[in-house]
């Protein structure tokens, strides 16, 4: 006589079973997230904002000194039957070098605007910014090389030079000393924003 043993297992069933209203799968979850903003992003929009400031500045000082040097020239009131005593900027090759250096800087720095804005909205825009710093890097340059070979000529103007019996002009061309004079120190403030340029483009690269 052969017994076997045999388990039965019963599973009540459920009032939601029982009528056929019971899932057959589980309802999907649904995780939502929220973006994180950059931990930069504020920082970064901050230095666009000056650098457009910056900008405005640098082109009311190139657009000054550019002006003001190509618009010097006096003529003293006494003159013989020869001679007329007369003082303008394109007499010296180093201020036209300076007018048209200026002034290229100037007309740049107009064009650089419109970058400059966008990195305002978009910070994180990386090649913006390095085509600026690369420009004006270009544009720093050109306007140091201008200041600095008028400022040679100013100085000599007020000084003179008695090893090659220069003398000084500027006793009798006061005015005409004072506007070259006046343009050159416009023309540093601008290389001194255009440094402050430079360092902020770099600054915000490096920190990207």
């Known amino acids: 006589m052969n017994s076997s043993n045999s388990t039965t297992i019963h599973v009540s069933e459920t009032k939601a079973e029982a009528k056929g209203k019971a899932p057959l799968i589980a309802a999907p979850i649904v995780a939502t997230t929220k973006a994180t903003p950059h931990p930069n992003a504020g920082w970064k929009k901050g230095a666009a904002i000056f650098d457009f400031l910056l900008r405005?500045?640098?082109?009311?000082?190139?657009?000054?000194?550019?002006?003001?040097?190509?618009?010097?020239?006096?003529?003293?009131?006494?003159?013989?039957?020869?001679?007329?005593?007369?003082?303008?900027?394109?007499?010296?090759?180093?201020?036209?070098?300076?007018?048209?250096?200026?002034?290229?800087?100037?007309?740049?720095?107009?064009?650089?605007?419109?970058?400059?804005?966008?990195?305002?909205?978009?910070?994180?825009?990386?090649?913006?910014?390095?085509?600026?710093?690369?420009?004006?890097?270009?544009?720093?340059?050109?306007?140091?090389?201008?200041?600095?070979?008028a400022t040679a000529i100013v100085?000599?103007?007020?000084?003179?030079?008695?090893?090659?019996?220069?003398i000084a002009i500027c006793q009798q061309f006061a005015d005409f000393c004072q506007s070259v004079s006046g343009a050159v120190v416009a023309s540093f403030i601008a290389v001194v924003l255009f440094m402050l340029l430079v360092m902020m483009s770099a600054l915000a690269l490096r920190k990207h």
């Open 56 to 149: 405005l500045a640098a082109i009311a000082a190139t657009l000054a000194a550019a002006t003001t040097m190509g618009t010097t020239d006096e003529t003293l009131p006494f003159f013989t039957q020869y001679f007329q005593f007369q003082a303008s900027f394109d007499d010296l090759p180093a201020f036209l070098f300076f007018v048209v250096a200026t002034a290229i800087a100037s007309g740049y720095l107009a064009l650089s605007l419109p970058f400059s804005l966008v990195s305002i909205f978009r910070p994180h825009v990386q090649r913006i910014r390095l085509l600026l710093i690369i420009c004006d890097t270009v544009a720093l340059a050109l306007t140091t090389a201008g200041a600095a070979s």
């Open 155 to 166: 100085y000599l103007a007020h000084n003179g030079n008695t090893s090659a019996n220069w």
